[in-house]
Nanobody, 118 residues
Framework: QVQLVESGGGLVQAGGSLRLSCLAS????????MGWYRQAPGKQRGLVAR???????NYVDSVKGRFTISRDNAKNTVYLQMNSLKPEDTAVYYC????????????WGQGTQVTVSS
């Protein structure tokens, strides 16, 4: 059974930082591309960043230079370091175990709320 458990969200002022974590189980973690997604109220869920099993990463343009995705395959955990946060980063953040580099998988965590105040 695939389980993804996100943590690390919270309330932060603009310009601040947060680090999100996602602990995965039920998958061969080191082989999976992992993605971080976010969904703001009234908007569709969208990809923020993804990282391959080997560590190659890419980012949506709006977070480039501010967010860093990383992974620890020994701990089955993927991270999202978020710096220079902006109010528009406010959303529920989810991780996902991709079925391929381009495609999210079927399983999502419960999400973690990130709120950035101005």
């Amino acid at each position: 059974q695939v389980q993804l458990v996100e943590s690390g969200g919270g309330l932060v002022q603009a310009g601040g930082s947060l680090r999100l974590s996602c602990l995965a189980s039920g998958i061969i973690f080191s082989s999976n591309t992992m993605g971080w997604y976010r969904q703001a109220p009234g908007k569709q869920r969208g990809l923020v960043a993804r990282i391959s099993g080997g560590g190659s990463a890419n980012y949506v343009d709006s977070v480039k230079g501010r967010f860093t995705i990383s992974r620890d395959n020994a701990k089955n955990t993927v991270y999202l370091q978020m710096n220079s946060l902006k109010p528009e980063d406010t959303a529920v953040y989810y991780c996902n175990a991709h079925s391929s580099w381009f495609s999210p998988g079927d399983y999502w965590g419960q999400g973690t709320q990130v709120t950035v105040s101005s």
